[in-house]
């Protein structure tokens, strides 16, 4: 398994989600965390909270439709698991996203800015996890 290294389009995409962290902090005071935002989509505290939740969502599926709209072409995306492996890996990150109070962009991008001790401890316990199943996936199980 290969991996494509692309400085360039992952700059852009950091620069983005900092963008939009900055301004949902400045606009609506909310700290972005993509999976706090799904749940309270899901369940909204208001009808008002709801409204914004759903907008930053139809926000990210259409991203992709932008860029198509201006490069001419959607960057090629290649998932090399099965589907059961992507369930199983689905259902693990949400049971983590919910021991953890939140997910990477919550707390490796917004927490992290506010120097919040906790998101330091999340973000270097995903980024453990992540190189230790990487390993594991790679070399142990030959995926």
Known sequence: METSFT???SLAGG??????????????????????ILAGAIWPASR??????IA????????????????????????????????????LVGIGVTLGSGCTSGHGVCGMARLSPRSFAATATFMLTTGL???????????
């Not at 962290?21 to 993509?34: E, T």
């Not at 932008?66 to 369930?87: F, N």
């Open 7 to 9: 400085p360039l389009s």
């Open 56 to 91: 930053m969502l139809a926000g990210m599926f259409t991203g992709p439709w932008v860029y198509l709209m201006l490069t001419g072409t959607l960057p090629a995306i290649e998932v090399p698991s099965s589907m059961p492996l992507l369930v199983v890996g689905g259902v």
């Open 15 to 36: 620069v983005l989600i900092g963008l939009a962290a900055v301004c949902l902090m400045l606009l609506r005071g909310r700290i972005l965390g993509a999976t706090g």
């Open 133 to 143: 199943t990487v390993y594991l996936v790679r070399h142990i199980l030959g995926g």
């Open 48 to 53: 008002y909270d709801w409204t914004w939740r």
